[in-house]
């Protein structure tokens, strides 16, 4: 931590990482764990990016605060040894930032309530491995499926598992793959994705309770693809 003194206020120029992103206002975690809600400087943007997000989840910054307030700036991104994007909407030559400085993708999935198409399931496949991103497939809510489902749970998990992806069965209800979860999930830096209702922050709390309560809706991955 660097202390810049100018006039009466003394102000800190700090550490941290981008856990949750909404336009021109983040939340950086820094190194002590401390969540702060900082602003972006001026017009922020990255050389060599065309991008409608000039930062994203995963990006590793630094930022002042003065001590007189409880928020803070933005003032310098550290490079990026990877990312993952999406075109942004209408603006067809510029992209949205999803996530930054990954070390791998996890998509969530359900067969029911609500299922999840397996043509969503390959696009986020395939945006992961673009950007040479290791991905895995979580299939969520495994307690309330019937028989048919089952079949096609176990077709799925084969035909994924033969194309070298991890699979795993979970139910934050019974418990079922939880550790397994837990493991996957464990001293690495995740993108998490999932169609809104396939149970995301249930697990979650399931591996990590409390973990949604004290960071909210980290990072999602648009329904769109």
Not at 70 to 79: K, M, N, S, W
Not at 210 to 222: C, F, N
Request: aromatic content about 6%; glycine content about 8%.
């Amino acid at each position: 931590m660097t202390k810049i003194s100018r006039g009466k206020h003394t102000k800190e120029i700090r550490s941290g990482t981008i856990v949750r992103s909404t336009g021109s206002w983040v939340t950086v975690m820094d190194q002590h764990g401390e969540m702060v809600e900082c602003k972006l400087k001026g017009n922020f943007r990255i050389q060599g990016y065309r991008s409608t997000n000039p930062v994203a989840v995963g990006d590793k910054v630094q930022f002042i605060t003065d001590g007189q307030s409880e928020t803070g700036l933005v003032i310098h991104i550290e490079p990026r040894h990877n990312f993952i994007i999406r075109k942004a909407t209408r603006l067809s030559r510029q992209s949205h930032i999803i996530a930054a400085n990954i070390d791998q993708a996890v998509i969530m999935v359900t067969l029911a309530q609500p299922r999840t198409s397996t043509g969503f399931i390959d696009r986020f496949l395939t945006t992961s491995e673009a950007y040479h991103i290791p991905a895995a497939i979580i299939f969520n809510k495994c307690d309330l499926y019937d028989s048919d489902q089952m079949e096609q749970l176990g077709w799925m998990i084969d035909l994924y598992r033969n194309l070298s992806y991890t699979c795993i069965k979970t139910s934050a209800i019974t418990g079922l793959g939880v550790e397994e979860a837990r493991t996957l999930f464990r001293e690495k830096v995740s993108l998490l994705s999932g169609h809104s209702g396939v149970g995301k922050s249930a697990l979650i709390n399931a591996i990590e309770p409390g973990l949604m309560r004290k960071t909210g809706d980290i990072s999602t991955y648009h329904n769109k693809g």
